[in-house]
């Protein structure tokens, strides 16, 4: 999984808890990414960094938020988890000089009750 | 809108036929498209890429093809093997970097 670990890789939570995911590289790699995936459809981008305290929102970034103080380590927060956020995250990475070659992580299966 | 759309959803095979999935796209302008595997509970894994001068590409018993004029693309897999059982995902790159994803096509192999 290129040099990307993702925690934790299983939680269960309650409705209205705040939960907060964690990507982490060894790759040196300056674009992060979160994903969602979902039956039935395609991995839709939740949010980005192309820096540190650089981020930006990508498609489905309502109820998210993302946070990036060093280049290593992504972390994504459901402020108030709800049951439509239950899923699988995946975090993904690309370098500067490919920006297009995303390579993910092993994601994060998250079971909102 | 930028989509992507794969078919068929599902299928099944036995070890050793060949197998072809189809991936149609609206993305503009076009940049590159991709087939990922993803096998259960992993993340996707790049199989090929291929820009818009290319019709065809190959790794190993996976070959692409992509006709840009059509805005289609296929992935074909020969002599299939048990390992091939995942879920395959075709996406798409537009010029700005966004990539567009499919909802993938899951193959079962069986023996």
């Known amino acids: 999984d290129a040099g990307i670990t993702q925690s934790p890789r299983h939680k269960v939570t309650e409705t209205g808890t705040p939960v907060t995911l964690r990507c982490h590289q060894t790759?040196?790699?300056?674009?992060m990414y979160w994903y969602r995936q979902d039956p039935g459809h395609g991995l839709r981008l939740i949010h980005y960094?192309?820096?540190?305290?650089?981020?930006d929102k990508g498609e489905v970034s309502d109820g998210y938020s993302v946070s990036r103080s060093k280049t290593e380590d992504f972390l994504l927060t459901l402020e108030s988890a709800t049951s439509s956020q239950t899923s699988v995250y995946f975090c993904?990475?690309?370098?500067?000089?490919?920006?297009?070659?995303?390579?993910f992580g092993p994601g994060t299966r998250l079971l909102v009750l | 809108k930028n989509q992507v759309e794969q078919s068929p959803q599902s299928l099944i095979i036995l070890e050793g036929k060949n197998c072809t999935l189809q991936c149609n796209y609206t993305v503009s302008p076009f940049s590159n498209l991709r087939w990922y595997k993803q096998d259960t509970g992993r993340g996707p894994v790049s199989l090929t890429i291929m820009t818009f001068s290319e019709n065809t590409k190959s790794n190993g018993r996976y070959t692409a093809t992509l006709d840009a004029d059509t805005k289609q693309s296929s992935l074909h897999i020969t002599a299939s093997q048990l390992s091939d059982s995942a879920s395959y995902i075709c996406?798409?790159?537009?010029?700005?970097?966004?990539?567009?994803f499919g909802a993938g096509t899951t193959v079962t192999v069986r023996a």
């Open positions: 993904a990475i690309s370098g500067l000089a490919d920006q297009e070659t995303q390579y």
């Open positions: 790759e040196n790699h300056r674009y």
């Open positions: 996406v798409v790159s537009a010029d700005d970097y966004k990539l567009s």
């Open positions: 960094s192309y820096g540190v305290k650089d981020t």
